[in-house]
């Protein structure tokens, strides 16, 4: 399974590959980055992004919403960032689809310009990928629909485009089983987020681009991507994306560091009350 950015999102893909993260990856420091940004949830020096980042880190998406819930009520970005929260919700727990749906219309109500409305349907998108790809309902006419049209409002300099390249990269790697088109599409959401300064995004792409690698027979590369991916998240402080990442290096390393990454995902995953929901199945199956 990959997590995906909400930027994983989250993050994060199909339920169970060997790039086990979104996604998608030594346990953190505190999470105060002011570098992250996914999906219009820039961190700044602000008491409400810093309170936001610590509890999306932590699993804590409710009540990461809940702080923002005064302020979506008329304000667009606002609006978008809450429903972004709830959607990665829903790819690392498998629950809350309600309440994301909720909150997308709400933001796609708020939207009044074409960043805003692109965001809001980059979102749809991932929430249509995220039910498909964990089985929960065949959305993806619709999440080919909702990326499409994100494509057409956001211009190729808007901040929101590197995050839609890499939800655009999930769809193909695991929806329309096209590696060579996910590739694509991750190396450009890679090369926007690194002119962005886009941390978090950067761990998705180094772990996504590091599982096609994988794919091919690269274990070199795969390694490279996979640690890269780990360390962002552990420089971070992104304490749900961890597991996922410490299983997909696993999927790359030697045996007996293979071994320690997955003992170490497991304690992870247990400290997490089990979040992300459909690791727990890629750990045991590697495993036996």
């Known amino acids: 399974m990959a997590d995906t950015a909400m930027p994983e999102s989250a993050d994060s893909a199909g339920p169970v590959r060997s790039s086990a993260d979104p996604v998608p990856v030594v346990l953190p420091g505190p999470a105060t980055a002011p570098e992250v940004s996914a999906a219009g949830t820039a961190v700044g020096d602000d008491p409400l992004d810093r309170a936001v980042w610590r509890l999306r880190s932590r699993g804590c998406w409710d009540d990461a919403a809940a702080l923002l819930e005064p302020h979506a009520v008329r304000h667009a970005p606002a609006a978008l960032r809450r429903a972004a929260l709830l959607v990665e919700r829903c790819m690392f727990t498998a629950t809350g689809w309600a309440a994301a749906e909720d909150a997308l219309r709400a933001a796609e109500a708020l939207a009044g310009d074409d960043d805003e409305r692109g965001g809001a349907a980059c ?23 909702a990326l499409g049209r994100a494509a057409a409002l956001l211009a190729p300099t808007a901040a929101g485009r590197p995050l839609l390249d890499f939800r655009r990269g999930l769809m193909a790697e695991h929806v329309a089983d096209s590696p060579d088109a996910a590739r694509a599409a991750y190396r450009r959401a890679h ?93 045991s199956t590697a495993t036996t």
Do not use: C, K, N
Not at 123 to 145: F, N, W
Not at 250 to 258: I, K, R
């Open 123 to 145: 979102e749809r998108g991932h929430l249509a990928y995220t039910a498909t790809v964990l089985g929960v309902r065949d959305r993806a006419d619709e999440a080919r629909s």
């Open 191 to 283: 090369a926007g987020a690194t002119a962005q300064g886009d941390a978090l995004l950067l761990s998705f792409t180094w772990r996504h681009l590091a599982g096609l690698a994988l794919r091919d027979g690269e274990l070199a590369e795969a390694r490279h991507g996979f640690a890269e991916s780990l360390r962002i998240r552990e420089e971070l402080g992104f304490l749900v994306g961890t597991a996922p990442a410490l299983a997909a290096l696993a999927d790359a390393a030697p045996e007996a560091d293979a071994e320690r990454l997955r003992a170490e995902a497991a304690r992870l995953l247990r400290l997490m009350g089990g979040i992300p929901t459909w690791l727990a199945g890629h750990l």
